[in-house]
């Protein structure tokens, strides 16, 4: 039996010491910084997504320098996002100087029992509940000025982190090339051309997880727009567009869009409002257990199950934000995982493009039967060789 060296046990045990310290500082840095790194991870996945228009701007354009065609895709994203908040914006103010106008004749209409909010009100007693629950109630709104300020506090930060992220994701697009020129660097040139392959299939399956989930977006929208439109909803195009908006958020979007649905056609009548919850139970069994499948089984390369279990787990773990990225990690995943399956760099030059360098043999070679034969020379070379060169 061999003694026991103390020393290596103290310096295992101080080894283990300093990777559990280090992994704690770790996780509680992440945590303290967990805003900042989602507005990173945000930033990224718009990075990878905006980067290959900005790479099309620049093919085209040969004039147009790497920053210049950043700036001319992120201002018309930027165009883009304005328009939707000004499509949504300008409307809602108009109807609410309307609203303010015609409050008090709402109000007589509702205590009278006339039209479809009076009739709602009356049908189910809402007037004897204000009535009777009128302390209660003016306590609640003696209370809201702390919940406002954090609205507004809310908001702000809402709005700084937009910019952060906009000016993370701009930096992004126009350094990419020179860190991943950079990155791969350090890697021997069979493993550079691996992790550019690996790469560039991430960002693939990013833009095709956009592009399918744009897909769902528009047809739900569509669809909402035809049945509001049928049943007379007003603002028929302005709900199904917020609805669509918010179909882009998966499994739990078409939800949030149907709240404002279905409250629009309440308006209109109790059987309206009826048919449009009908509707949305149904589209979003739809479209959560055949259209999100189907479409990102074909863009993101998933298998529908996959892309079932990725969104449900992303759900648990952090919420909306891991609704947007479970179907882009499920895929990135599967890549890597992929990759590795197929063995070390060396195993794969073939696919690469890539051969092995010759070993170098010293001394005589074999005969190698593949090897062309020898030229013989000619007739002409044999004469000169045989005849006597005169002195």
């Not at 045990?13 to 996780?27: C, F, K, Q, S």
């Not at 201002?75 to 939707?84: D, H, K, V």
């Not at 701009?170 to 350090?186: I, N, Q, R, W």
């Not at 979007?253 to 056609?265: P, S």
Request: aromatic content about 8%; proline content about 6%.
């Amino acid at each position: 039996m061999q003694p026991v060296d103390n020393r290596t046990i103290a310096r295992y045990t101080m080894v283990v010491i300093g990777l559990v310290l280090a992994t704690v500082l770790l996780l509680l840095l992440v945590y303290q910084t967990r805003q900042v790194l989602t507005w990173i991870v945000i930033a990224a996945f718009f990075a990878v997504a905006l980067h290959p228009a900005v790479s099309w701007v620049e093919r085209r354009a040969r004039w147009c320098r790497r920053w210049l065609a950043t700036l001319i895709v992120f201002l018309l994203a930027f165009a883009f996002i304005g328009a939707l908040i000004t499509v949504f914006v300008v409307p809602l103010a108009r109807e609410g100087a309307q609203l303010a106008a015609d409050l008090p004749k709402l109000i007589t209409d509702v205590r009278a029992g006339r039209g479809p909010i009076g009739g709602m009100a009356q049908r189910f007693h809402v007037l004897d509940y204000l009535q009777s629950h009128s302390e209660q109630l003016r306590g609640y709104a003696a209370g809201l000025g702390a919940p406002t300020l954090a609205v507004l506090r809310s908001a702000a930060t809402s709005v700084a982190a937009a910019v952060t992220i906009f000016v993370l994701a701009y930096l992004m697009v126009l350094e990419a090339p020179k860190v991943v020129d950079g990155f791969v660097g350090l890697f021997t040139p069979q493993r550079a051309v691996r992790i550019r392959r690996v790469g560039g299939d991430c960002a693939k399956t990013v833009t095709g997880y956009l592009t399918g989930n744009l897909l769902i977006s528009v047809i739900c929208g569509l669809l909402t727009y035809a049945v509001l439109a049928i049943l007379g909803v007003p603002f028929a195009g302005l709900i199904a567009l917020f609805v669509g908006l918010a179909d882009l958020i998966p499994l739990v979007g078409a939800t949030l869009g149907a709240l404002v649905g279905v409250a629009a056609a309440f308006t209109q009548s109790v059987t309206a409002g009826i048919v449009v919850i009908v509707f949305f139970v149904v589209y979003q069994q739809v479209e959560n257990h055949l259209l999100q499948p189907l479409i990102f089984a074909r863009t993101v390369k998933l298998n529908p199950l996959t892309v079932l279990l990725a969104i449900l787990i992303g759900v648990n773990l952090a919420g909306i934000l891991g609704a947007l990225l479970a179907i882009p990690v499920a895929g990135i995943i599967q890549i890597i995982a992929r990759d590795i399956r197929r063995g070390p760099p060396e195993a794969n030059l073939a696919a690469d493009g890539l051969h092995p360098p010759l070993p170098h043999v010293d001394g005589p070679v074999s005969a190698d039967h593949s090897a062309p034969p020898p030229e013989h020379p000619t007739s002409d070379d044999q004469r000169s060789s045989s005849t006597p060169v005169d002195p």
